[in-house]
């Protein structure tokens, strides 16, 4: 069994949940399996994390930070590390030449997940950084996946309501702004949409025709299955 190294402290209930889901998963593979996790959270000023996520502006200045904890990481065991948050993954190349164990990446698991079950346009919500430096995008673009976004009004709002729970705060307005613009998608006959923000999924939203799929449980359930290799 290996073990696994989380970069994790960006929107602590996040890091929590995905913890949990890890080794629950775990042991609905096997009752007697207890996986082995190493949690490095990150100390990262409030100041560059609300930058980043609700202005894209100053991402560079968390890079260091990243490498310092994946290196921590490794000196400490870890088999491979994952990053339960989306925009963080601009730096991936970066943190993959900064170590040399692996580093599973939530938008190749992603692209895997989409591709197995034959889904070929996906609406997209995520951070202004994830939409703007088009991490999923490119991807898509590259394996033939058609997707969506939402309009630069919708993306304005839910930059509000997903700093509202980095700082953990969750209100039913956030949910019903988030399921207004998951309901835009339908109009765009998708196959599914992606919560493309590993905190978007603290806000719970259900749809009555459109699948909805969190890229956080893509992701633990990829690393689910690198553990128990």
Do not use: W
């Amino acid at each position: 069994m290996k073990t696994v190294g989380i970069i994790g402290g960006l929107g602590p209930e996040t890091t929590s949940e995905f913890y949990l889901d890890i080794v629950f998963s775990c042991q609905k593979k096997s009752k007697t399996t207890r996986p082995e996790i190493i949690i490095a959270s990150v100390p990262l000023p409030y100041e560059i994390e609300e930058d980043a996520i609700s202005k894209n502006i100053g991402i560079e200045r968390i890079l260091p930070f990243l490498t310092t904890e994946a290196k921590k990481l490794e000196k400490a065991g870890a088999d491979f590390i994952i990053m339960p948050c989306n925009s963080l993954h601009v730096f991936i190349k970066e943190i993959r030449q900064a170590v040399t164990i692996p580093v599973l990446s939530i938008i190749e698991e992603t692209v895997k997940f989409l591709k197995e079950n034959n889904f070929n346009k996906v609406g997209i919500v995520s951070t202004s950084a994830t939409i703007q430096n088009k991490l999923y995008e490119n991807a898509f673009e590259e394996n033939k996946i058609v997707y969506v976004t939402p309009d630069s009004f919708q993306q304005a709002k839910m930059g509000k309501f997903i700093m509202n729970l980095v700082t953990g705060q969750q209100n039913n307005k956030d949910r019903e702004d988030l399921i207004k613009i998951i309901n835009d998608f339908e109009n765009k006959n998708v196959d599914c949409v992606m919560l493309a923000c590993t905190d978007l999924q603290l806000l719970i939203p259900k749809h009555p025709t459109l699948k909805i799929f969190d890229t956080m449980k893509i992701l633990a359930e990829a690393t689910v299955r690198e553990i128990l290799k």
